[in-house]
């Protein structure tokens, strides 16, 4: 009898109903395309008869389920042991799907143990591991956050349920493409990026090895949108100067000490308020950010040692914080700027970037703004210290007599830029700097320069 023909229902026992019933059962597996075609229809005449809506045939040894409907489709299905402890999912439907195709994904599903996890899974797992990662202190709080807001993005792109290891190409180009559609140059860019490495860190756990979003070529996204590009604004001497003399008005120590710090060094805004107490020399000579080591991520962003002067104004900045710092019981002990509305906690890095962009003069930010930029899309406030570094320092190098190609070289020092060209193993044998402190001396020279420069022009602003 046919499978889950209810006890008791009366059959029409017709020719065409026991011709068919004797075609179904005559077919056993393994299983070819002409007993699947004459099984579905033999199904659909059984089917009529007996008001049911499915039969099904079993490929035991080949962990196969296939489905005969009264609609006349055929689904084949992996159906694996319990003790197995595999899930079983929907392979396709034939003839699009093939017996022998379907066999080889069921006997990869349970060689494997492929799960059939839902995307939404999957990046829960995904972020998961760069929670790790943050403790573990391979990856900064920033990033994680960075990160995460892509992540959801990926998670709107795709319908609930949806299981990671089914996802198509196609269906990967299908997202892409809306992507390229709907959000900015930059944010597709990022979200393209982010959706590699998802699928990179998940297809070896959740697809066998099986990576999709590897078949799509790298420029896919730059082959469809403009590339997005830093911003080409920037900033000159008498607005610093006057950023300088407005942050005095500031009703904080800490903010006005941030501000001019970051105007003196040109750090990134980040490496200003991570600023710590322990980096700084206890005669005031010298701050060394430190380098990353296994299991501890370095303070700048190329995870290397990045050794500073102290300048005359810096050391003020830095005896004020320390002075205020004593004073108050309750202050924090290890940074050195602190927020002013609670000093237990150091620097907010976002009030900081508030306070440049609040106490700029009028037309600081200057030059032409490009649709599709990076960073400064909405103003240069956020890097304009960092970018009037690189520019004055090599015009005061150069008029200290210093070559073109010799400023050049100062001003990444200055910036801690990282020299693609260099020998790769040149920081393993090069130990020239620590003989002959050259590197150090050349910065203490141009930032002795860059910040005299803006002084004497806080002078004349004042005047």
Known sequence: MPRGVPQGQKIDKSSDYQSALAQWEQFKPPYGSSHIKNCGTAAKII???????????????????????????????SRFPKKMGLKNRKLGTWPELSLQLAREKAAALAAGGLRSDAIEQVLAAYQEDLQQRVQR??????????????????????????????????????????WIQTESNNQAYELFGELRRVWEWASPIYANGHNVAAAIPAGYVSQRVERPLPTRLYTDIESIAQLWINVAGCTSVHQKNAVRYMIIYGLRPINVVDLKWEWVADDLSEIVYPAGIPGLRGAMKTNKEFRIPVTDAAREILLEQKQWAQSVPNANRDYVFLQPRDPSRPFSKRSLDKIIKARSPEGAVKGIKHDGTIKGSAGAFNTMCRKFLKSN????????????????EISKLCMHHSDKERDPMAEHYDFLDEITHEEMELKRIAFNAHEQSILSQVAISRD
Request: avoid cysteine; aromatic fraction near 12%; charge should be positive.
């Open 393 to 408: 320092v090599m015009a005061q190098m150069r008029r200290q007599g210093y070559s073109r190609a010799d400023t050049r």
């Open 137 to 178: 202190n391979r990856l900064s709080p920033n990033s994680y956050y960075t990160y995460s807001v892509r992540i959801k993005h990926i998670h709107k792109a795709f319908v609930e349920r949806e299981v990671f290891a089914d996802v198509t190409y196609q269906r990967l180009i299908e997202v892409i493409d809306h």
């Open 47 to 77: 089917l009529d008869h007996t008001g049911q809506r499915r039969l099904e045939k079993y490929e035991t040894s080949t962990f196969l389920r296939i489905v005969f409907s009264s609609t006349g489709m055929i689904t084949i299905y």
